[in-house]
């Protein structure tokens, strides 16, 4: 099994920072792309960042500039450095994980896997 665990979230003042880590642990044989994703109530979920194993990175345009994705391999983690947040940066951030599994020898995948989310809320 493979498990996503984020943690991070938090409440902060408009133009504050936070710093999300996701830590991807189980029976791994590899780690290809890494994703936040976020969903404001009443809304659907949307790509904040992407970051592929070699380091390629795409941003949702309303975070460029402000949102900094990167990854620690070594440590199977991904991170999300926010920063000049604002109210409409409040949701639920998920990471996402494209994970191939060595169960037993045989490998299984690449499947997408999920974390349980955190909350980030903007408010003064």
């Known amino acids: 099994q493979v498990q996503l665990v984020e943690s991070g979230g938090g409440e902060v003042q408009p133009g504050g920072s936070l710093r999300l880590s996701c830590v991807v642990s189980?029976?791994?044989?590899?780690?290809?792309?890494m994703s936040w994703y976020r969903q404001a109530p009443e809304e659907q979920r949307e790509l904040v960042a992407s970051?592929?194993?070699?380091?390629?990175?795409v941003y949702a345009d309303s975070v460029k500039g402000r949102l900094s994705i990167s990854r620690d391999n070594a440590k199977n983690t991904v991170y999300l450095q926010m920063t000049y947040l604002k109210p409409e940066d409040t949701a639920v951030y998920y990471c996402?994980?494209?994970?191939?599994?060595?169960?037993?020898?045989?490998?299984?995948?690449?499947?997408?896997?999920w974390g349980q989310g955190t909350q980030v809320t903007v408010s003064s």
């Open positions: 996402k994980a494209t994970v191939t599994q060595n169960l037993q020898g045989r490998l299984h995948g690449p499947n997408d896997y």
């Open positions: 189980g029976s791994i044989f590899a780690i290809y792309g």
């Open positions: 970051i592929t194993r070699g380091g390629d990175i």
